[in-house]
DNA sequence: TATGAATGAGTTTTCATTCAT
DNA sequence: TATGAATGAAAACTCATTCAT
């Protein structure tokens, strides 16, 4: 196997990354054992170890390829979408209804993360990352209040917090009683509902 | 050793179902070792288990009892509150704002749960659980919109996903970064959003 | 076994001290396995940790009691004799000839751990040490020649190099020809040798 | 490939057991992996197996070698000293003083050998070895004692084992704490000390 | 009943060895 | 011949569980 370069290591990287990501989620950061990670990518769990120096290595690998994954969805649609609130829309369809295996362990996986290990290892970069997201949303919905497109009057940084709880909450439903929901629906009740905060501003500051 | 009786028992058996909730919540359950619990609960590790089979019993109790306080939560505040609007609004602010320590482990523990075991086992309950309160949370809004306070055009089953994920979701954040959020405003504005539902009436059906 | 007290859970330790101080020194510190040294100890492999935190906490812990014993072996002998050169021999006789088990492994484990661990972990603590006994017999070595029972004349630094050297040479060669060698006579030849250097001295001081 | 001849293959299996031997002294027979050998080899860790069966082949490979250069110091030495003593000296010198790398590994490894593994496997031979060496010190004492360089009533078996011991033990201060060592002076001394016992010979053998 | 020492099965990790290229 | 990716058999370590006291 010398001939066999970069390209096949790389390749052999991403799978591992792949199935580490999906038995995380899965099974959870301890239940997932390093034979089943080896298993899943079609190796043996020793082979691992030529990727990944050890199984946290490995976590945080996994990690920080979420949370990279996380900062382009974000990226990409604050670029391309023609308003605000349509950039919202756009990256809450993502999360909520489109989405390969990969993708949808965006958030499930931080959340398996915490869920399953020592908050004084990841808790940190996970917490930060998650407040990180939570300002990106709030600029995001600051901005369209100030396009119009959301009541002005609404607590920005509530929202934030809503619809991040609400999208991890979802990732977690779907993962796990993923046959019996119907997202679609949610979605489209979720934007309606963030829309409507248009019309039921005076409500709102009047509080 | 007669003297020792149900009553003792009884309490020893909910302080040690006390400490493991709390730590499997806080530690995950792979983490949370039996000693840590019986320490928690101030008491040797061998000891538990004349309390609990195993800690796969324990385990098992501990989901038990969140799913019927759950279930008591539910009971109890359709059961008092003067309409289906302020049953659900109650049993929100009691899982988002009002909440000790076990309370707030009624949801953590199913995800906790969740993430950390292998779904072959205690998957099913987890799932058909969840379904359950999604019904609940169905009937409720049903009964709001028979009474006029939710619009009816609103799908039912939708907005019971949405508050399931979001109070889910909210949950995991809570106990990860409880510091730095501030769950009442969060609180206040989802419940404007379910209110704001019945002014968007129109809109909604035509889409 | 709530009884078994402070007593108890030191003789243990001792004698997995005792265990593991055996097994580095007769099969190297990598090839003992825990498992050999708990089964040298009458224990299971997981019970050491227990007592040990790691493999290296227990090496650390045999290292260090060499070092004590080594120490009080130094301090009881220089205390006691009546003169420096019969502090000297009587160490000597201590080490070449009289020792249970646990004696002569004051110098064989250091050469052991020496022999199979990277220098950067050990090796300074093992070097300061060697260099702290050579110091010791340095001193005794001058004092006798203060008092007239060595050659002034002889370099201190070089005897107490040759004294090391033997003294080492001569534990591992014990250990791993025991019943071949004839210790004792090896040892009067060597008191005979130090004591020589009184007569050659003018030889000396002339190279 | 037919060109690549048994000169080329004799040479890499030289290097080979250069590289082994120098990581075997340097970091123990454990923990030096084959990997290491290879990389110090200039080689893969598969292309070692063209050379030697296994590990424990190089490990036999390596001392054997070790033992043929113990022997040829000696034979040479013997064969080319003016007189017994002379060759005791020079053999010494060659131990003590002058090496290079590879002639200080000739007892550097026997030790890490013996240190690193099961008696059961190579210690009879490192044993029979020791002895054979034992011997050979002795049969030349005992002509420096027929030639009146050395006193006749030593007991030659006793300095021999001494003088074994201390080259054993200065090999490993040597490898170990090198640098802070003055070896030509402990070399001299010692010298001086064994030809002190022609000296002190009445004093010898009326104890 | 409670303790906590001990066991043993399971997990991570390392490395000699093999083998497709 | 040489490479280095992959395997698989240990070895270190953890922890649920048992049991003598």
Redesign the interface.
């Known amino acids: 196997m010398a001939r066999v370069t970069q390209q096949h290591v790389d390749a052999r990287r991403e799978s591992i990354l792949d199935a580490a990501a999906r038995l995380f989620a899965?099974?959870?950061?301890?239940?997932a054992t390093m034979s089943d990670i080896a298993a899943e990518a079609g190796l043996s769990a020793g082979a691992i170890y030529r990727y990944f120096g050890s199984k946290d290595d490995l976590l945080r690998a996994v990690f920080d390829e979420a949370v990279e994954r996380n900062e382009r969805l974000f990226r990409e649609e604050s670029e391309s979408a023609p308003s605000p609130l349509t950039a919202l829309q756009n990256i809450g369809r993502r999360i909520w209804v489109e989405h390969d295996d990969r993708d949808s362990l965006i958030c499930e996986v931080q959340?398996?993360l915490?869920?399953?290990?020592?908050?004084d290892d990841f808790?940190l970069d996970?917490?930060r990352n998650?407040?990180v997201i939570r300002e990106l949303l709030k600029s995001m919905i600051e901005a369209a209040q100030a396009s119009g497109e959301i009541d002005p009057y609404?607590?920005a940084?509530?929202?934030a917090?809503?619809l991040?709880?609400?999208?991890?909450?979802?990732q977690?439903?779907k993962l796990?009683?993923g046959d019996?929901?119907?997202i679609q629906?949610?979605f489209?009740?979720?934007v309606?509902?963030?829309?409507?905060?248009r019309?039921?501003s005076s409500?709102?500051h009047e509080?």
């Open positions: 899965r099974k959870g950061v301890n239940s959340m398996a915490s869920a399953a290990r020592d908050p808790g996970l917490s998650r407040q609404i607590d940084t509530a929202l917090l809503i991040q709880a609400a999208s991890g909450g979802i977690t439903l796990e009683d019996s929901i119907d629906s949610a489209d009740l979720m309606q509902m963030v829309s409507g905060l019309a039921s409500a709102a509080r």
